[in-house]
């Protein structure tokens, strides 16, 4: 068994057990990196397409511990290119048979499921893993795993983050012969809000278009699911998961589109706009999800450096591939040591909280923000109220230094906001107040 076992990892030892060229910082080759590679906890975010790819992956890669979160359950059409499901496993959850189906194949490995949203972990749960790797296809997930991995950092006073705060995560992500796979280090590489500039903009109908003049099949179809359901069937929630929900949507579409003339759509087109699918390709996934693998491979290991931080890959180009150093913004609400917020010093603190309540930097929502700076705490909800209400009506200058770092909680955050204080005097209108 062990000559078997040492035959099986052989390729892997001969990155881990020698020196180098091009080996990362701090490598020092040996047999332990592979059993710290066979214990160390890992997260798959999605066990999709291209989640199905990196699971595998990590697995034959020497990963030994890995955990996998998905809140879907499989679809028949899943499975042309989520190759770990059968036609016996339809309708039930992808985490839970991804994670049985790698089990069979690579021995001796543990990969834990779970069948539930990410939103419906506790963020203590994500701090137990050394890497998160993502296989998602929704933005807003994405965002959401990331304001997670960086709710962890910490910075120093002179506003440099703490190594041992930082929790990695490489996203993958694929669109038909297009993909894109990136390291993420907060405090150091540019955080996946940094560069939410590179997503284009959802597309969205004016609904006069949809009511008065559709022009195509997905102005049909968005006019049975947006107008036609809440008029003809109000009350009830439109499920795209439910097939009646789904053949109802495709007749009322297919209606509207005789009466304008418009042809050329299918109920498997219906469901591709209702759900908006993302065309997949298996190849595609395939490289992208090796691309992500090796990054954690090399990201655990240091067996080799890092791809500067985000790799493009054109399939459609004949087989182009190119990576960017994006650069952070300094200016990150999830990711920088605290975005610049100027106020004055005669301000009281009552009047700063409502300044923020209003910022919309921040986002909107802030009901009832807390207020720290370091290890005081300035302003406090719940038991620590009545203790803090007096800071309400004393002056900023008074409370904390020039160039202090503000916490700032709310219930409708998901993560802590630092805001860097700089004191300005006489009258700013930038100030709000």
Known sequence: MAAADGERWRDLDMLLTRQGN?????????SHIREF???CRVLLVGAGGLGCEVLK?????GFGNID???MDTIDVSNLNRQFLFRMQDVGKPKAEIAAARIKEHVSGITVTPHFCRIEEKPISFYEDFLLVVL???SIEARRYMNSVM??????????NPDPATIKPMIDGGSEGFKGHARVILPGLSPCFECTLWLFPPQTKFPLCTLAETPRNPVHCIEYAKLVLWSQQRRGEEFDPDVEEHMQWVFKKATERANLFGI???????????VKNIIPAVASTNAIVAAVCSLEALKMVTACSTGMSNYMMYMGGEGIYTHTVA????PECLVCSPGISFPCRRDMTLQQVIDIIKEDERLGTGLEAPSLSCGSTNLYMRGVLEEATRPNLEKRMGELVPEGSVLQVNDKNLSRTIRLRLAYKDGVDEDMQI
């Open 263 to 273: 042809q050329g759509f299918t109920f498997q087109f219906t469901q591709g706009v």
């Open 326 to 329: 994006y650069e952070r913004d």
């Open 150 to 159: 960086c709710s962890f950092l910490q910075y120093d006073d002179e506003g």
């Open 37 to 39: 590679l066979a214990d």
């Open 68 to 70: 996998v979160i998905d």
């Open 135 to 137: 296989g998602l296809d």
């Open 22 to 30: 091009v080996v990362g910082p701090n490598f020092q080759p040996g």
């Open 57 to 61: 992956d990590l697995a034959l890669s």
